[in-house]
């Protein structure tokens, strides 16, 4: 049961050891996590070279032996990791370690002249008035305000403002305080896969901002174009467009941007959100994670991730973030937006090594830095487990929410067809065409008081058939809400009424 | 009795009635406020031209007689409106109505291709490692931080906390709560004298957000040049080249910016700090103020005034905002951050209507609006006196720091002439050539562990005699450490030692 030591790229162990016993430290964890230590430690086996790009792994079973743990944890693993490009694998040939992963600061080529991209909350606010008759508001884009935990941070602040040393209260570091910064760098490599040094976490105030500062430093190194997805959020065209960007709209398809019409754009940066595509829902193949940093290597360019929902997967662990791939070519940003409340205005990026003194240095004149005892606050609320709590708390909530969707469309509207993975605070519903068309059923619902948002205002292209395709969000509304909302939707575009 | 009835240009009241009269209701206002509410309505009533430019008013023993009131309450009325540009007068030659008051929304051109000026706090942060033999540091730029109102503040927060509704956790408008910009308009009103329609304030960071603002905004209208103080902080000068603008230095006198330079140097936008000039600390004339309005109309040009510390003055009432001459051609900002703390990022801009909309929308991609738990705190204390209540208190402890700093150097460096009027959290000394010259001076002093600033460092002159010209910070220091900090500061240079 020796597993396979055909190690082509990495550095065995001395003679004789497997190689794969790098990953024996995490079968000591406790049961419970011993399936996430695994994944860990093979991700950062990959990412520190100590498993080349090309060396082929043993089979699941073998693996499972040698460490002693069950083989679906092993498959579990090996899933997991190929869906956020570390691996690759084809049934029955086997898995590899992918060519994907650069180490931090090990692949950038630093000769300047290039972009880190931007975008803002892609589920962000969407403008509109809600008019006055307004029953049920189904756009996407807020949390449910309500979740918001007041007396936790409450109590944070309290404490915040019994310890914090008066020199705290001085002009701020423009990066972010450091308890917080090193608070979130822990959080995100646990949460989200990253690759989270503190010395480059900007604090700022949300993914918008992360925006403006990316797009104001790769202006002045020279680029005039970032590439958006097509369909995806109009607000990170609008955000570039300030710091003097004009936005290319680049094609998805089921997969992820497509990589021909990518290349042949000429833009040097893009922003997109992998993790569960705005507004599609989709969520990128690994194979199109990879595609996307080759392509941002070839040229010098740079990619902005816009995490936005990035903690609310429903049906499996999230998939890890781009970054955690090549954090040299990837500007990560998220924010407490979703997670805790858009007003508290506080977010982070984690900014490639050759962007990271002109963004600090933007961020300086920007604003001199965020609130320090709002920082103060969220480092604590990291740090004593509120944040995780108040994730598993949301994330209860909206999957409920999303189930009580699905139900109803599949009462109210039958036949209408739901896409994208099961995450976030939005669906992309597809109506049939026998409730449409598009126009008059917007113009029904909005009548009816319902406020709607469909795919189309969110890109380029029409739909060829008749079906209406809508972006739905429901995080913000409770369960029966979700129901009514749904009823009161069919009810005025001639489907079955609901109860 | 009756007052003058030459009201060239003002409009009188019905046949008979003196048009002084508008002023009457002042007289109704409690005897303790009765020399500000006559002030107010003097203000009011001019900057609404109800009494015109050139208007000759009544002697100051006709006006006390006519309403009832002491002499001296309206000579000090006069005086504080002169000091601040609304009226004009000669010795023995009666007073006027003077030409710089322009009424909101009246006198812009609204022909755009213009500047808002801008600055970050003139007394802001100034970098430098403090070093780790520090003993005394006296660089100007921060208040005392252990002045913050920990109880009160921890109290707003909690109520805050407990009265907001759900929604206004949401995305924030831009331009900021509205009943912060409620809050603080009403308090610049009565203590700062501007003109303040909440409509025109945009809640922001600082100075140095509403600098960058107001940059990105001018720049954008073609602007490539700014003006700023000579003596001045050459942080304004870094804000605007963030945006793109050079920096053009125009020199000072002892009256404010000098007219033949400014016409001369081609710029449409300053920055400026007429209450208290920094550093050279200086108020400046009423005749200086006058002219740089209108200077401003000839050129189509705007003007960033930078209240950095109006609230503090410590021998007579503040002289007003120069915004309230002009709120068409003047953006005044200011912050909490020489009054509360730096670190609470929280600062205000009011802006003229021309410039609005560039200047939210700037606003809007940068940040998306500032947090909003914060700014519903500033507002309640505001709304609650504690605002005032800690200017009061601020004001008590900087006074007596400043006393003991010009005690301490009367004894230490005999001979150091202290410059600029009784303001601020710091002075100008001149210290006598026998200490110096400046560079032994300033070694010495930091052999010693004590840092301090040369007013060389503020602009472009060089001293032409041999005197040591220094910036004092003294806001941050107890009496006692100023006293002892003083004294180190001698016994290093060869003054007299101290006790």
Redesign the interface.
Known sequence: MTPSRTTSGGTPGPAGQPAWELLLPAVGAPARRRGRALQEALREAVRSGRLAAGTRLPSTRELAADLGVSRGLVTEAYEQLTAEGYLRGERGAGTWVGGAVRAPGGGGSGTGGTAGADG?GAG??VAGPPGPDLRVDFRP??PD??L?P?SA??AA??SV??RLP???????DPRGLPELRGALAGMLVRRRGVVADPERLVV???V??AS?LLGFVLRARGLRTVGVEDPGSPEHG??FA?TGMETVWLPLDGEGLRPGPLAASGVRAVVVTPSHQFPSGIGWSAERRTALLDWARTVDGYVLEDDYDGDFRYDRAPVGALQGLDPERVVYAGSV?KSL??????GWALVPEALLDEVV??KR??????????QAVLAEFVTRGGYDRQLRRCQRAYRERRDALLAALAEHLPGTGVSGIAAGLHVIARVPARFGPPERFLARAAEAGVALRSLEEYGTARPADGDVRLVIGYAHLSPSAVAEGIGLLAGAVGGPVGS
Do not use: I
Not at 166 to 172: C, M, S, T
Not at 365 to 374: A, C, H, Q, R, Y
């Open positions: 803002r962000g606010p884009g807020v305000l309500s918001f007041r941070w409450a602040q309290h403002l019994a008066h020199r705290a209260l001085g002009y701020p700022c105030s949300g918008a901002q403006t609008r955000l300030s937006s409340a858009p007003g508290l205005r506080l240095e933007r004149t920007m604003d001199l830095g965020n609130p320090v005892l709002d």
